[in-house]
């Protein structure tokens, strides 16, 4: 299966540390990638390839990988990291898979 | 400074037809591959289509194979978005956006991953 599944929704305190997760067999071969959304916008490539941070990213954005499930942690998060984060990654025969997407509140 | 800017929205009915575009500057678009993502209102990303630097190579999500066709015009550094057959379960945000790879080995790219979107044309489809 290409399915990548994300919890709906995540919170955490100002300036502590949250992991968004993405599970999906595509994992286990392929490699995760991330993306913010804040409403109204576009969504912004913030990880790629497991771990890479694209220029301009912030470092308290992270990746990780292991076996079927990436993650995504965001360390010291503040306010401006509330959005909706999704995952995607591809499959054998090409085509692209996202998650369905994290939607993390900033207390 | 890169710039993808959708045009060719609007609301149609069932059935009918649209043609999206997509207007890149800022980058080497003859050298990139392209896609189409979209987003249904308040609901999550998917992926619709890609296609190779050359056009040579398409692929096709599913639930737009057969309906949707995608092309480009390198010498106007365009994307395009042919849909026909619309449904009411298309109605969404279409998102152009480049299509980059990584980590490479014998042929396959092991990293799909999408790094310049542009703002996102959206389209109604009625009953």
């Known amino acids: 299966s290409s399915e990548l599944t994300q919890d709906p929704a995540v919170s955490v305190a100002l300036g502590q540390t949250v992991r968004i997760t993405c599970q999906g067999d595509?994992?286990?071969?392929?490699?995760a990638s991330w993306y913010q959304q804040k409403p109204g916008q576009a969504p912004v490539l913030v990880i790629h390839a497991k771990k890479k941070r694209p220029s301009g990213i912030p470092d308290r954005f992270s990746g990780s990988s292991s076996g079927d499930t990436a993650s995504l942690t965001i360390t010291g998060a503040q306010a401006e990291d509330e959005a909706d984060y999704f995952c995607?990654?591809?499959?054998?025969?090409?085509?692209?898979?996202f998650g369905g997407g994290t939607k993390l509140t900033v207390l | 400074q890169v710039q993808l800017v959708e045009s060719g929205g609007g609301l149609v009915k069932s059935g009918g037809s649209l043609r999206l575009s997509c207007a890149a500057s800022?980058?080497?678009?003859?050298?990139?591959?392209m896609s189409w993502i979209r987003q249904a209102p308040g609901k999550g990303l998917e992926w619709v289509s890609h296609i190779g630097s050359s056009g040579t190579y398409t692929n096709y999500a599913d639930y737009v194979k057969g309906r949707f066709t995608i092309s480009r015009d390198n010498a106007k550094n365009s994307l395009y978005l042919q849909m026909n057959s619309l449904r009411v379960e298309d109605t969404a945000v279409y998102y152009c956006a480049r299509r980059s790879m990584s980590d490479c080995s014998d042929g396959t790219c092991y990293s799909y991953y999408f790094d310049y979107w542009g703002q996102g044309a959206l389209v109604t489809v009625s009953s």
């Open positions: 995607n990654s591809r499959d054998s025969s090409g085509k692209v898979t």
């Open positions: 595509s994992l286990r071969t392929y490699y």
């Open positions: 800022g980058l080497t678009f003859s050298d990139d591959y």
